[in-house]
């Protein structure tokens, strides 16, 4: 949604002496919070300014910034009874696209439906899977503009209208999804960063390069179901998961070379417990497509997809984690027998390695944060190394300087392509 130049500037010079009291922390497995503070509206957000640039020039984009943006959330909550309400939205200008937007990341309704059943209805973020920055069973929406360009690690998660129904026993726990019409990732389309493309060899990018996939958008007939059966036995999180819907993002090729975005169905469990002094998480998947016998390139083929990872505090107020993720390509003879470029030129590997490594180091009393986190893919030799430090200046100010630096020696890896994309950031932020 657009807003004019003067909205913007009215909402971005909002008197903060006029925003009531920080509403507490949203717990997503307990909305509720405590009730007996069920009579106040709360509004809280921040104004944040934030700027970036990029290490390599594009020649096919031809800006140097990556992200200059000022932006405003506003979020407030309230409860009418027992039902609760909550809307949280961001209104900020982007001078990067030269746009300006609202992004309402919630918009919902909260209730229960007997001792047993929680409901939550509307705009929402949904998330669930024990990967760090790392995605099986959790196929809600993503932005991965912003996660590229330097926003908050927050607006990697995109939010989607949804309804979520949540039944608790004593023995396990159930949730539902139901997303009436289709939500694609915020994927990266060739507006902000340039991209490989395969039928050209080359990079893409905006206006000739941009992708415009065939939408998926009838109300109720193109939905995303997704169901979530989890418990603690001991210390020991366990889950089962399943998904019934569509690619995320735009992988596959119609027969008029239009981008679409395919059927996908995925099952997967997870499982999370101490070890040795530290916390151990193994999470597995299954993505089965539209293409049974794997012979169609135009389609992703089944895929087998695994984790493991662990994390442990090394030294007082330093932790360290590390994960290995697995990306197996079934019926992979058939999709090289049927493979249109010459010599399996852009071919993908059977199997995917990725390793990531997060380091965190936090002093003068956690008002400081350094911060690395790394994926390196052995199989595609690609890199994404994204620094950051986080200086929390009093309750209201905070700083945050970082990096997304990629790189590869293939030209048509997932994170090789954006190379030109490197950029540094910073973003000040004033909390209310």
């Not at 506003?74 to 809307?87: A, N």
């Not at 007997?114 to 990967?131: A, F, H, I, K, P």
């Not at 939010?159 to 289709?182: G, I, K």
Request: glycine share 8%.
């Amino acid at each position: 949604m657009k807003l004019n130049n003067l909205s913007v500037a009215i909402c971005l010079s909002l008197p903060l002496t006029l925003l009531a009291a920080p509403l507490s922390a949203d717990d997503w497995d307990d909305p509720w919070g405590d009730e007996s503070d069920s009579s106040s509206l709360n509004l809280h957000g921040f104004y944040e300014l934030g700027a970036g640039g990029r290490l390599y020039r594009d020649p096919l984009l031809g800006r140097d910034m990556t992200l200059g943006e000022g932006r405003a959330r506003f979020e407030l909550s309230d409860f009418v009874g027992e039902t609760r309400w909550s809307v949280k939205t961001d209104l900020y200008a982007d001078g990067v696209e030269d746009k300006q937007r609202i992004d309402l990341r919630e918009a919902l309704l909260d209730f229960r439906v007997g001792d047993n059943v929680d409901v939550r209805l509307g705009q929402q973020v949904l998330t669930w899977g024990t990967g760090d920055m790392l995605f099986l069973n959790d196929l809600f929406a993503k932005d991965w503009q912003s996660y590229f360009s330097g926003r908050e690690d927050e607006y990697l998660k995109a939010p989607s209208t949804s309804a979520r129904v949540s039944y608790f026993t004593d023995v396990a726990n159930l949730d539902l999804v139901w997303t009436p019409e289709f939500t694609s990732d915020r994927y990266i389309k060739g507006d902000r960063f340039s991209y490989f493309s395969p039928m050209t060899g080359e990079q893409m990018a905006a206006p000739d390069g941009r992708i415009r996939p065939v939408t998926r958008d009838r109300w109720g007939r193109e939905s995303q179901w997704a169901a979530r059966l989890y418990g603690t036995h001991e210390a020991t999180e366990w889950a089962f998961y399943a998904y019934r819907g569509y690619w995320t993002q735009p992988v596959g090729m119609d027969a008029r070379g239009e981008a679409f975005f395919p059927r996908l169905d995925a099952y997967g469990a997870s499982i999370r417990a101490p070890l040795a002094g530290g916390i151990a998480n193994a999470e597995i998947a299954w993505y089965e497509g539209s293409d049974s016998r794997g012979d169609n390139p135009a389609i992703p083929n089944d895929q087998l997809r695994f984790l493991v990872g662990y994390d442990r505090e090394l030294l007082p107020n330093f932790n360290a984690a590390v994960q290995y993720y697995l990306e197996w390509t079934q019926d992979y003879a058939a999709l090289e027998s049927s493979w249109p470029l010459p010599n399996g030129r852009y071919l993908p590997d059977e199997y995917r390695h990725l390793f990531t490594l997060r380091l965190t180091q936090r002093l003068r009393q956690d008002n400081l944060t350094l911060s690395l986190f790394t994926y390196w893919s052995p199989s595609d030799e690609d890199y994404f190394i994204r620094p950051s430090v986080n200086y929390r200046m009093d309750d209201a100010w905070a700083l945050t300087v970082g990096g997304n630096i990629f790189g590869g020696n293939k030209p048509h890896t997932f994170f090789g392509q954006f190379e030109d994309a490197s950029n540094l950031y910073v973003r000040l932020r004033y909390s209310y």
